[in-house]
């Protein structure tokens, strides 16, 4: 339920906007899409189209609250996890993309877990520091604002879009599984070979959808792919558990997506800054060979010395990525090598000497696993990003490869289609609040949740929500740009799901674990019980005269084109049990905390 800051949910009663130049709404819904708009900028100068912008007092108040009932919980409980001082900035998606790198194709703020990339396991989480004050490890995250006062040429972005293929990027499940049973070894190869011909045949579908985004059309690929997934991945999970192996938690890696990649490789040079291909880029982060799938089937009796061994090295690469963060600044050139790659591969080494030891008591010691000990610090300009692990289509119209996306480069580490200096938040509330029906229950560690949607063009607005106001206009959201009066602040304001189904902490399109309560009365879904709410709001201060000639923006895919109705918010809770009760308690009780 949309909510605005004070906490009243909001009834949006004018209709979703949808940043598009052309688009076909054809009688059965389908949404076709051949060009998207440039987020409120015209082709001749930057000010000459405000078509994403309104200045918020023309929104009429939108938000009401519904009534506390007998029962609610009516407590409030913020954490302090700062503005991303750090510099914590990455294109990972890791709840909606996890394990593809470079997946959001934007850059996103983090907060909290100071470890967390798109291949974090609950492992990395837990092991983690966080830059919250009650020692929260959750991770909270959302695309970055810039202010980019250049002209933006919608035609390039027209262009782009007319060469580009389509192609449906997947989780890899081969590179996420706990040690595998000697017995369960070739039916799991067997699975994992179906899953890439599974993506292979919805590739080959994709190829008419070439120089167009249809929203229909992607959905019905996806969610066909998705079913088919979801049963392979469940038979490797009972093949797993039934030769004695446990493997959890990959209902995670079944949601697939619909990648414009290619749009970025075809944009013009001009349009992504000759000044950003001259500089460094801006997103280390330490890289170190996948093991989990490079080993054999190993024996019953060493499946949990062997698991121990690989969980020791998702710790050892977080604290290794967590100390590049914190790092950041100290020593000459040779401190990365010195004081975290060297140690960092001799910790490796032993682990993985260990894992041989393990399986080689009771089978042939696995050879060369030496070689999967040295990792590498991914900085240089033009890196390769994510090279999704996607089988492509096999017509001669359609590419080869999916397309390779940079790193984000230079001191505004901008990538192509998502340039402009990177405004700061000024405000960071992070808040956890009742139910206005019921008591809530704590929260399941690790819990994913995703509010608003990053691809409403692509995927449709279903999921997308209005999340921008102004300090002062608490009573109004709106799903554009808001320019603000003198002295007020931009602000975004993330709601996220208040209902849990009380088992899962995650699902395979990573939303239906988690609900919104009815946004007449407050009141969870059958079946699903209200947890403490998680609202984020986000304020910046921005120049006045840049709202006015509308050049600020958010980070977005490429076919949204800072859209600014595809805002959107992830959060993993990694917080205590105990710390969970806590909050759970304080709201229950009717008390504000911290």
Known sequence: MNRRPDGTPLVHTRPA???????????????????????????????????????????????????????????????????????????????????????????????????????????????????????????????????????????????????????VVCPSVGKRLRAVPTGARGTVDRLLADLDRQQAAANQRMTASRGRIDAAFNREVTDALRARRAATIRQISTTVTAAGGNQPGLVSLVECDVSYDDMHARMPAGAHRASVTAAQAANPRIQCPTVRDKLPGVPAGALAEVNRNLDELDRQLSEANERLVTSRGQGGPAFVDNAILGPLRAKRIAVLDRIAIAIGRQAARPQGLDAFATCTLDQAPGTPGNAPTTAAPTTAAAPTTAAVLPDPQGPDLELPGNTGGIVRPAQVLIEYRGNPVS????????????????????????????????????????????????????????????????????????????AFADRAT????????????????????????????????LDSFPEENHNPFSDHNDFVNVNSAQTMQRIATCINKGKNCS
């Open 439 to 514: 008591r809530v229950v704590p929260m399941p560690k690790f819990l994913r949740a995703l509010t608003g949607d990053a691809k409403p063009t692509s995927r449709g607005p279903a999921n997308a929500r209005a999340t921008w106001t102004c300090s002062g206009f608490a009573d109004r959201l709106a799903d554009k740009y808001p320019i603000c009066p003198a002295g007020s602040q931009v602000q975004r304001v993330h709601d996220f799901p208040g209902c849990w189904d009380g088992r899962n902490i995650d699902s395979d399109n990573h939303r239906n674990h988690v």
């Open 17 to 167: 906007r949808i940043a598009l130049a052309a688009l076909v709404l054809a009688a059965t819904g389908a949404l076709t899409v051949t060009f998207v708009s440039g987020g409120g900028r015209g082709t001749a100068d930057a000010a000459t189209s405000l078509d994403q912008f309104v200045p918020i007092e023309k929104v009429p108040p939108n938000v009401r609250v519904p009534q506390p009932a007998a029962g609610a919980s009516t407590g409030r409980f913020t954490v302090d996890c700062g503005t991303n001082g750090n510099g914590k900035f990455s294109p990972d998606n890791p709840v909606a993309q996890p394990g593809i790198r470079n997946g959001a194709e934007h850059v996103h703020d983090f907060v909290g877990n100071l470890a967390i990339t798109a291949n974090s396991s609950n492992v990395d989480l837990d092991a983690s520091g966080t830059t919250c004050r009650n020692g929260d490890k959750s991770s909270y995250f959302w695309p970055v604002v810039r202010i980019d006062r250049s002209v933006r040429n919608d035609d390039q972005v027209r262009q782009a879009l007319a060469q580009t293929q389509p192609m």
């Open 522 to 553: 407050g009141a969870c879904p059958q079946g699903f019980r209200a947890i403490p709410q998680l609202r984020i709001t986000v304020g910046y201060d921005i120049p006045r005269d840049v709202q006015l000639k509308g050049q600020y923006a």
